[in-house]
């Protein structure tokens, strides 16, 4: 899925896009995941797109497919883990993560959690990424409740191209609607 979220206007400063990658576990979060990336595109006081790329947890798991998203990943901004089913902490998430931190390009990149329940405590997953992001110099953002750093849009945005439109994007202006339908007309 790509530019999951996108405001424009006519005398907006030009659109900025924020790569993010959501690893989730189950359906239901990964459109929680959206939605609040969603959110926080509507709510930033300038022109904002995500550029969100979704993969599910147990794609790590395969050595070769978690390098290739790491290799992908390397300039988010945004990793949000959307997990329902992850505690204890999966050890190839981890080693994903820290592959992840070495080679990333973005300095100022951020690590969210999404806790299937926003009044749930923090758990030993929370706890390893709060960790991690400590020792990694990451912003570690909270959207379960636990109560890090408030949710808000990333700043400071950076200019990026605009992502490839997929098969699953309308691509141009749709085709005009026919002004008559009827032969007799």
Known sequence: MSAIAARDGE???PEAALKAVIFYDDLVLAGRATALLERAAARADES???DAKLWRLDVLQRPELAAVT???AADADLIMLAANQADPAPKELLDWLERWAQNRTVADAALLTLCPDESD???SLWRALKGFAARRKLSFLD???AGVEPLRPLRPMRQREPAVPTALEPIGNPAPVPQ???INE
Do not use: K, N, Q
């Open 48 to 50: 904002l797109r995500w």
């Open 70 to 72: 790491a290799a992908i």
């Open 121 to 123: 405590a923090p758990t």
């Open 143 to 145: 959207h379960g409740g």
């Open 11 to 13: 005398d907006r400063a």
């Open 180 to 182: 008559h339908w009827g």
